[in-house]
């Protein structure tokens, strides 16, 4: 019997130690190109089905898991924008024809896709194709009211597809890789548009966590006009609810199911050798929750609720002078000889100089400033990263 014990012991130690080892392993990176909502990988779209509220602040957000003809055939009257962000598109002719029918009566449709089905290809009479290169590629918007000075520089994985050929009769180009190559455009339908984007990656977790390519990608999001109803599309890239039940996220990690085998093999040897003993349950180990957008919008609240326009119009200035320091090497004094050597080394309007260093000499010897002139602070600010192509630097 002590044989036994001893037996037993030692693959008790072993089950410790593969536990503990398994706790510790590094966890890798999926990479996959989920782009579901409620994944929070790299590829996924959880910041920005999360977001939809800000871009869209009077609509009401919606899903559907059904297809484009049956959403706009099910007897309801729908109205608003429909989004769809998938890998490789799946509409067919009585699809098409149901989306262009929606369309046409003043709605708004956007497709963002890598791959396009050859129905729609051929409909639309658009092609794309991808550009494998290392290093960021520039993307910018032919309106000359959102054209930024400097391109947007987007990572390449991000931004490798383009629209190589379409319809230049049917459609109009909207926003341009730096090659010139066509990557956002619009067909229009009746009252409505329909917009296609070439990079949906541009929407993913990963590059919205950076500044410039949150700032494109809010500025894409931007020709879709206000409406009562936002449409998240989840039919198109797979994104199906399932019953996520206890056992199925037990079995979806491999090191869990592996330890679940080695658990019902260890209690075996205990009742062969009729030894009784209490098996405690293994606790699931969520992953670490990203809270970068609840932090975000925390500090936000914060600042709102004290409504100490002050102190943030000073820490606006702060930072301001700071940029103009480190990225044009200009010494902060606001007098006219720094107004001077201002507009020569950042290119910017004399007008927009003049407005902005007068505001901010203003606000610097006020105690209290307005809503309305920290408004102003914040517009003449952003205008300035917008003419000297300095956003995100």
């Known amino acids: 019997m002590k044989g036994y014990k001893a037996y037993l012991a030692g693959i008790t130690i072993l089950l410790i130690l593969y536990f503990v080892a398994e706790y510790n392993r590094p966890k890798s990176i999926n990479w996959d190109s989920t782009l579901r909502r409620a994944d929070k990988i790299p590829y ?6 999360k977001q939809l509220h800000d871009i869209f602040p009077t609509a009401d957000v919606s899903n559907t898991n059904k297809s484009l003809y049956q959403v706009f055939n099910a007897g309801d009257t729908l109205a608003g924008n429909y989004l769809i962000i998938t890998n490789s598109t799946n509409i067919g002719k009585e699809d098409f024809k149901a989306l262009t029918k929606f369309i046409s009566s003043g709605n ?17 009479d658009l092609t794309t194709t991808h550009e494998f290169e290392k290093g960021n590629i520039g993307l910018n918007f032919t309106s000359p009211s959102l054209k930024q000075v400097a391109d947007y520089k987007l990572d390449n994985r991000i931004a490798n597809s383009y629209f190589n050929s379409f319809d230049t009769l049917k459609a109009k180009v909207v926003s341009k890789n730096q090659y010139g190559k066509s990557v956002f455009l619009r ?26 390519g949150a700032a494109y990608a809010a500025k894409v999001l931007s020709y879709l006009p206000t409406a009562d109803n936002v449409y998240w599309d989840q039919h198109q890239n797979n994104d199906i609810d399932v019953d996520e039940s206890t056992l199925r996220v037990f079995f979806s990690y491999q090191a869990l199911k592996w330890a679940f085998y080695i658990s019902l093999g ?33 500090v936000g609240k914060v600042y709102y609720e004290q409504r100490d ?24 004094a606001f007098d006219q000889q720094f107004i001077d050597a201002f507009i020569n080394k950042t290119g ?46």
């Open 108 to 124: 708004s449709v956007f497709i963002s896709s890598d791959s396009w089905n050859d129905y729609l290809s051929d409909t639309l």
């Open 187 to 212: 067909y229009t339908y009746g009252k409505g548009n329909l917009f296609v984007f070439a990079n949906p990656r541009v929407f993913t977790n990963y590059n919205l966590l950076k500044p410039t």
């Open 309 to 332: 326009n002050t102190n943030l119009a000073a820490k606006k200035i702060m930072y301001f002078a700071e940029h103009l320091r480190s990225v044009f090497g200009l010494k902060t």
């Open 44 to 49: 996924g779209t959880y910041i920005l089905y």
């Open 348 to 393: 910017v309007e004399a007008s927009l100089a003049k407005d902005l260093m007068n505001h901010i000499n203003y606000l610097t010897h006020q105690s209290r400033v307005s809503d309305h002139e920290l408004i102003v602070l914040n517009q003449l600010i952003e205008k300035f990263y917008i003419q000297s192509g300095s956003y995100g630097k």
């Open 266 to 298: 260890g209690m075996g040897i205990f009742l062969l050798y009729e030894i009784k003993r209490r098996q405690r349950i293994i606790p699931i180990v969520e992953p670490l929750k990203n809270s970068t957008v609840e932090f975000v919008s925390v």
